[in-house]
C-alpha cells in the first residue's frame, strides 16, 4: 500500500493531534509528521524531503507562516502546502496563496472542509477557500468586527490589531506577523483601549464579546 506523507507544522500540540486524527480519514496510507515550529519542519524535510504535503498554521513561532511558506517555496518547490489557520480574513489568505501556498483551511471550518482541501491538492489541484469570499461564519465575523472597529473609530490598523488582540495573541506575535515593532503594537494597543473606554484587554474582549463577535 502507497504512505502518503504529510507533515502538520503547529505550535499547539492537541491541535496537531486533532489534525492527525482527521487526515487519518483522508485515506489508507496516510502518515501524519508532527512539528512545532518552522525551524524543526525544515530540519525533518532536509532529512527526508519525500513529503506529499506541508499542513502550515500562519501564527508559528521565532518562524512565522508565512516566512516558512517563502523558505519552502524555494528549498522545496515540490512539497504544496496547504495553510490551517485562525487568521482567515481575505489578506491573509491572499498572502499565504502568494507566498506559494496550495490551498486555505480556516480553523473555523468543520473538519470535511480540511479533509477536501487536503484531498484536492494531492490530487494536484488548488484549494480556494470558501473564506476568501467571506461566505462562511468567519466571514460574517470578519464584516462583524470591521463594524466594530467602524463604530468605535478605529484606524484600520488598530481594527487589525484589535482582532489579533481578540485571538489571544501577545504582543510580541502581533508585531512578528504585521511586520511591526513590538513598540508600534503597544501604541495601537493602547489607542485600542482608550477609544473602547477599557482598561484591559479582557475588558475589550468583554465588550466585543457582548456586541455578538466571535472571539
Known sequence: MMQTRILIIEDHVLVREAMALTLAQVGEGVVCEQASNATDALALLEANPDCDLLVVDLMLPEINGFSLLGAIAKRFPDV???VVSALDDRESVQRAMKAGASGFV???SPSNTLIEAV???LAGGVFT???ATGTDGSGRNRRASQA???RFQLTAAQGRVLELVAQ???NRDIAE???LSEG???VHVSAILRALGVTSRAQALLLMTRAGLRV
Open 168 to 170: 489571544g495573541k501577545s
Open 80 to 82: 504544496p502546502a496547504l
Open 129 to 131: 477557500p470558501e473564506t
Open 184 to 186: 508600534t503594537v503597544k
Open 119 to 121: 484531498r484536492t491538492i
Open 148 to 150: 466594530f472597529a467602524e
Open 177 to 179: 506577523f504585521l511586520g
Open 106 to 108: 480556516s480553523k473555523a
